[in-house]
C-alpha cells in the first residue's frame, strides 16, 4: 500500500467525514461552556478548557488516525503536550533519562522546572548505547527523545531506544515534530507515546500554537486530567486552523523534503559552508538511520559558515525569500540562530558543549520553488565568499 497516499486521505478525512448540519466544512464551536446534558464525571463537563468541544474531539480522531495511537488529546502548545506528558509520567522522586540535544524548552523544563519538583534527570549519550545502562537509577520511569532533535538533527539509535526501555520496563516519550507523521509514525516502532509542536508542520501556517499527545487510551486519559487542570487547552478557534492546516500536511512535506535536499546538497557543497547537517545527505551522521525508518528527511537544514557570528549575521541579513525569525514548519522558509532564540534559555557555555555554537544557522526551509530558494542562498553564498 501506498503509505503516502492513504496518510494524504487521512488527513482529509481523519477516522471519517463528520459533517455538522450539511456543511462540508467543519464548524467552529466558539462557546466555552455547554448546556449540562447529566455527566457525572467532572472531566466530562463540555467546556473548552476540558478540552472536549467538538472541535476538540474532532482534531482528537484525525490526530490519532495519523499517529497511528489508540488516542490523542490536542494542547494549547507543544510545550503544552510535553509538560502535560512528563507530568502525567512522572511524580516526584522519579527519574527520567532524556537525549542531550533537545528543543531549548524541553531541556530547561527537564533541567530546572522538574528538579523543582523533585524529578530527577540524567543524559544518555547518544553516540554510545552500551554506555545506556550506567545512567539508569532504580527510579528511572522513563526516557524521552527527540526522533530528529531539534536543532543538530540527530537521529539516536531509536529501535534500542524502544528495546532498552522495554527491557527495563521503563515509558517511552518521543517528540515527533521534526520529522512530522507523514515521514515517521514512533507508535508503530514500539514507542509509548509521541508528542508534538502542532505549531510546526502539522498547522503549517505560521499561525497558532498548539500541540499533542498520542498514545494508549489509558496515558492519554490520564494526560486529559492533567491537562484540565492545569488549563493548557486549546481554544476553538485556533483548533478549526490546526484542523485545515493538517489537511495539506502530505502536500507540503512532498515539498517541504524535496526543497531542504536541494538546499542541502548546495550547502554541502559551497566553499563558504564549514558544515552542514541534514539527514538526506549520504555524508550525513544521521542518514543511514533516517533512511533506515523515514519516508522523507524532512525541512530542516542545520549550518555553519566558515567564520563566525559576524558572517553569520551578514549572511541571514542578504537572503531575500527565507525570514530571518524563529520557530519552523511553516510554507515560508525561515532562517535563525538556535543561541539567540530557541535554545537562547540554556546556558551559554551548556549550550556549546552540546554543539550548538553562537553562529549555527537552522533554516527552516518553506514549500517556495526551490529554484528561487537555492539562487538565493547561492548568491547570499557567492557575496560571502567575495566579501572574504
Ligand atoms: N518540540 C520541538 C522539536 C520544537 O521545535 C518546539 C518549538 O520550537 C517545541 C517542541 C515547542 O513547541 P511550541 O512552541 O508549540 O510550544
Redesign the pocket.
Known sequence: MDIRKKMATLAVHGSGHQSVMGAVGFPIFQSANFLYAGETNYHELRYIRLNNTPNHEMLHETLKELEKGDAALVTG????A?TTALLTALRAGDHLLAQPVL?G??HTFIAHDLERHGVRHGFIDPDDPDKWEAALTPATRAVYV?SVA?PLLDVLDLDRVVAFAKHHGIMTII?N??PYPVNYNPLSHGFDVV?H????YLNGHSDI???AIVGARAFVDKCKETLDHLGGSLDPHACFLLARGIKTLPLRMEAHNRNAQQVAELLATHPAVRMVRYPGLPTDPAHDRAKRWFRGFGGIVTFELRGGAEEADRFTKSLTIPLFA???GGVESLVTLPALT?HAGMPSEERRRIGISDFLIRMSVGIEDPEDLVSDLSRALDGFVCVK
Open positions: 502548545s507543544g510545550m503544552a510535553i528543543y524548552g524541553t527527540e531539534n517528540d515534530t521534526l508528542v509542536s502542532c505549531t510546526k500554537v498548539a500541540g524563529p520557530s519552523l530557541c
